[in-house]
């Protein structure tokens, strides 16, 4: 079995005095990275790798919302769309900053009201949106607009003026986004969101705008996530999508013995190193280190594995690390700290 593991954020962050975390005891991880054959890539964000890694090709952007969408049910056809997520914004210094955490999404009620509301007032532009899940919305054009977007996970915990829709049409697109804004504040949805302690509904991300595309990569035999468009790449390559296990040993186990390709995606460290924080992250990669890490290193060495494929996408670049079970003996390559390969 050739197990690819994808974990987006695995390299240390900063801390909140801006020290990179340093000195984790992590040994099965940090002797992947030293045994393993490293091959450094451009920057790559998890969604990017994905759309690659399936052999989707890019559009302006990486169409993420016609994939999503048909997962979640709904007929991408032959137009155009665009992820349109609810968000929250808050001030932060002068700056607009995209809440990173969950708990500012919508109700699927409050969702359907939101957006109807959004399709009320935009109906005679020809845009219209819809809310399948509650916190993936998605708004369909009749013509495909010159825009380049900024994947949301991305964004999350920046300042937003860095990331708007850039392209000819792009300052239109950032009007538009000014009167949702304007929509969404007073909106009763708000008022009762605010009046509850939640954080307020009001704006939206636009991004992963594109037409169905075709899914032509066949380089894995099941896919093991929670993951959105990981789900949806695996439904259009008719693989078998199961829900991310919490030890290696489930993978392991459900392939014994054979040629199996798995795709893994743990993306919960990407999430703790959006939102700065460094406590979580360290809990995670301990849990990590007991339930991957060492598992898969301890499966390399028995040759239970033929190959283990690891992944780490990032905003400085993409690293990936082959590792072999002839690799795992390979003394004399140095072992180095996290935040050295940071």
């Given at each position: 079995m050739?197990?690819?593991?994808?974990?987006p954020?695995?390299?240390?962050?900063?801390?909140?005095?801006?020290a990179?975390?340093?000195?984790?005891?992590v040994?099965?991880?940090?002797?992947?990275?030293a045994?393993?054959r490293?091959?450094t890539?451009?920057?790559?964000?998890?969604e990017?790798?994905?759309?690659q890694?399936f052999?989707?090709?890019?559009?302006?952007?990486?169409?993420?919302a016609?994939?999503?969408?048909a997962?979640?049910g709904?007929d991408p056809?032959?137009a155009?769309?665009?992820?349109?997520d609810?968000?929250?914004?808050?001030?932060?210094r002068?700056?607009?900053?995209?809440a990173?955490?969950n708990?500012?999404?919508?109700t699927?009620?409050e969702?359907?009201t939101?957006?109807?509301?959004?399709?009320?007032?935009?109906?005679q532009d020809?845009?219209?949106?819809?809310?399948p899940h509650?916190?993936?919305?998605?708004?369909?054009?009749e013509h495909t607009p010159a825009?380049?977007?900024?994947?949301l996970?991305?964004?999350?915990?920046?300042?937003?003026n860095?990331?708007?829709?850039?392209?000819?049409?792009g300052l239109?697109w950032?009007?538009?986004?000014n009167?949702?804004?304007m929509?969404?504040?007073?909106?009763?949805?708000?008022?009762a969101?605010?009046?509850?302690?939640?954080?307020e509904i009001?704006?939206?991300?636009l991004?992963?705008?594109?037409?169905?595309?075709?899914?032509?990569g066949g380089?894995f035999?099941s896919?093991w996530?929670?993951?959105a468009?990981?789900?949806?790449?695996?439904?259009?390559?008719n693989?078998?999508?199961?829900a991310?296990?919490?030890?290696?040993?489930?993978?392991?186990?459900?392939?014994?013995g054979?040629?199996?390709?798995?795709l893994?995606?743990?993306p919960?460290?990407?999430?703790?190193?959006?939102?700065?924080?460094?406590?979580?992250?360290?809990?995670?990669?301990?849990t990590?280190?007991?339930?991957?890490?060492a598992?898969l290193?301890a499966?390399l060495?028995?040759r239970?594995?033929?190959?283990?494929?690891?992944v780490?996408?990032g905003?400085?670049?993409?690293?990936?690390?082959?590792?072999?079970?002839?690799?795992?003996?390979k003394f004399w390559?140095?072992l180095?700290?996290l935040?050295?390969?940071?």
């Amino acid at each position: 079995m050739h197990c690819t593991l994808l974990v987006p954020g695995l390299l240390p962050p900063s801390d909140p005095d801006g020290a990179p975390i340093s000195d984790l005891p992590v040994p099965a991880l940090t002797r992947l990275l030293a045994r393993g054959r490293c091959v450094t890539l451009a920057a790559l964000g998890m969604e990017a790798w994905l759309c690659q890694a399936f052999e989707v090709e890019r559009q302006h952007d990486w169409p993420v919302a016609p994939l999503t969408l048909a997962a979640d049910g709904g007929d991408p056809g032959n137009a155009y769309w665009l992820r349109c997520d609810p968000v929250h914004l808050n001030t932060q210094r002068g700056q607009l900053v995209l809440a990173c955490d969950n708990t500012s999404a919508p109700t699927a009620d409050e969702a359907r009201t939101l957006s109807a509301t959004l399709n009320a007032h935009f109906a005679q532009d020809g845009l219209t949106f819809h809310s399948p899940h509650p916190a993936r919305w998605y708004l369909r054009l009749e013509h495909t607009p010159a825009l380049i977007t900024h994947a949301l996970p991305e964004v999350a915990g920046k300042d937003i003026n860095r990331y708007l829709p850039e392209g000819n049409d792009g300052l239109h697109w950032h009007q538009v986004l000014n009167e949702i804004q304007m929509l969404l504040h007073a909106h009763p949805v708000n008022r009762a969101r605010e009046a509850r302690g939640a954080p307020e509904i009001n704006s939206v991300w636009l991004w992963g705008g594109g037409v169905r595309p075709a899914v032509r990569g066949g380089h894995f035999t099941s896919v093991w996530s929670d993951d959105a468009l990981a789900l949806a790449l695996a439904a259009q390559s008719n693989l078998a999508a199961r829900a991310p296990p919490g030890h290696a040993s489930s993978v392991l186990d459900d392939a014994a013995g054979g040629a199996e390709k798995p795709l893994v995606v743990l993306p919960q460290l990407r999430a703790a190193t959006l939102d700065g924080a460094a406590d979580r992250w360290i809990t995670l990669l301990n849990t990590f280190e007991r339930d991957w890490f060492a598992p898969l290193y301890a499966a390399l060495r028995k040759r239970q594995l033929s190959a283990l494929t690891l992944v780490v996408p990032g905003a400085n670049d993409c690293r990936r690390y082959d590792i072999a079970p002839r690799d795992v003996w390979k003394f004399w390559r140095p072992l180095h700290s996290l935040e050295h390969h940071a």
